[in-house]
């Protein structure tokens, strides 16, 4: 059993391409042994073929030290506060469908939602049907907050951008209140104004739970930069975005039948 771990554990760096000086120099130092006792090799050829196995060695531990050298200084700027934004910031949610699939309490912020809903709707109706709770709060097309967004966009002439914008999200959160064995399990609520960031939090109030941070750009052209939370590696910031949520979720407006959405059908 030894053995035979030990050969999947060779195949396995084989096949990644680690550790590659070391079974090399151990390949060459068998050999040469081999050839050693059977007298097969002069002298001089034997002695070339060790320095050339001791220099594969040396290139192999001056590649060691040099990625331990770099591990090093890495966590030596992480202790310092230098640590690079390409480290904590990404262009999107990471696996977030992925994450879906196991929440039972999902709560989402946003401006229009319109790329967050339209790629995540259908697994939150699944999970709204498997018994998972779902928070969701928008602008509110009633108010100014449209207006208020395409000014923060640079867009400040054109609030119909937003409204248009608003439309197919507040149709896929009408689908979604109104799917049959829902009931009670989707809360919708529009906001007067726009939110500085956008938020997805999954099981917040749990220690395996998460929250995604949207930091929101002034041109939707570029993209925004997501960042993520973990209650037990972010301790107080995971607490304050959490808490930034139930700020922004009190002063919501829930949603009712003049906003075109009915009661959820009885199962």
């Keep these: 059993m030894t053995a035979m ?10 096949s990644h391409g680690e550790n590659l000086e070391i079974y090399s120099t151990a390949l060459l130092s068998l ?5 050693g006792a059977l007298d097969m090799a002069s002298g001089k050829v034997l002695a070339a073929a060790t320095l050339a196995t001791l220099a594969l060695l040396a290139g192999g531990l001056l590649g060691s030290r040099r990625q331990v ?7 030596r700027s992480r202790l310092a506060g230098e640590v690079s ?9 990471p696996d977030i469908i992925e994450q879906l699939r196991n929440a039972q309490d999902i709560r989402i912020v946003g401006v229009t939602l319109s790329r967050t809903l339209r790629n995540t709707v259908d697994e939150l109706q699944r999970r709204a049907g498997a018994g998972a709770t779902i928070k969701v709060a928008l602008i509110d097309p009633a108010t100014s907050a449209p207006a208020e967004a395409a000014r ?37 609520r529009f906001l007067p104004f726009v939110p ?11 220690p395996s739970g998460r929250i995604h941070v949207d930091i929101y750009s002034h041109s939707s052209a570029t993209g925004d930069a997501v960042f993520t939370l973990l209650p037990d590696r972010d301790g107080e910031w995971y607490q304050h975005f959490q808490m930034e949520f139930e700020r922004i979720w009190a002063f919501g407006r829930p949603v009712d039948a003049s906003d075109g959405f009915s009661p959820s059908p009885r199962a």
């Design 196 to 206: 500085a960031f956008g938020l997805v939090l999954l099981d917040p109030l749990q």
């Design 152 to 188: 923060r966009s640079t867009m400040r002439d054109r609030p119909s951008v937003f409204e248009n914008r608003l439309r197919p999200s507040i149709d896929l959160l009408r689908e979604l209140m109104e799917t049959r064995g829902v009931e009670g399990r989707v809360d919708v």
């Design 85 to 93: 934004a390409e480290e904590f910031l990404s262009r999107d949610k």
């Design 69 to 75: 050298a770099e591990l090093a200084a890495q966590m």
């Design 31 to 35: 050999a040469l042994a081999v050839l």
């Design 5 to 14: 771990r030990f050969l999947r554990r060779v195949r396995q760096d084989l």
